[in-house]
C-alpha cells in the first residue's frame, strides 16, 4: 500500500547525456528515510558516409560509372552524434585494387596513419583523430 507520493530527486548538474534522477525511500512503521541519486549515461554514436563525387561529364547520376583512366573523388563524412566528445577515432576505408588513391584533403585535427603513402600494404585507407567533438563532423 503507498501510503505517500515519492519524492522528486534533486536537480541533477546540468550536462550532456541521458539524466536518470533517481530517489528511494524506505519505510519501517514510524521511521522514513529517502535519499536520491543522479547518474548521466553518455552515448557513443559515431556515424560515417561515404559518396562518389567529381564523377566525369555525362555520368547518369541514377547508376553513376567510371571508365578506366576516368578521376572522380570519394568523400567520407565521419559526424559525432554521440553526447560527449569521441576521442582516438580512427576511419579505415578499404580501396578495390582498381582504384588509385591520388591525395586526401583532411580536415584540420585528421592525419594520414599511412603518411607518407595514401594506402598500407593491404590497399587499406586509415585516417584518424585524436577528438571528434560532439555534434562535430
Known sequence: TVTQAPEQAERCEEESGIVIPNVGTVTSGAFTQSDDACQVVHV??????K??????????????????????????????????DATDVVVTDPVIDRVQVDG????????NDNSPAFVDGDNEISLSTAVLAAGAC
Request: charged content about 25%.
Open 44 to 49: 557513443d554514436d559515431v556515424g560515417i558516409v
Open 51 to 84: 559518396t562518389a563525387v567529381n564523377l566525369p561529364e555525362g555520368t547518369d547520376e541514377e547508376n553513376p560509372s567510371v571508365e578506366p583512366g576516368d578521376s572522380f573523388d570519394y568523400e567520407l563524412v565521419v559526424t559525432n552524434y554521440g553526447t560527449r
Open 104 to 111: 586526401f584533403v583532411l580536415p584540420a585535427g585528421w592525419v
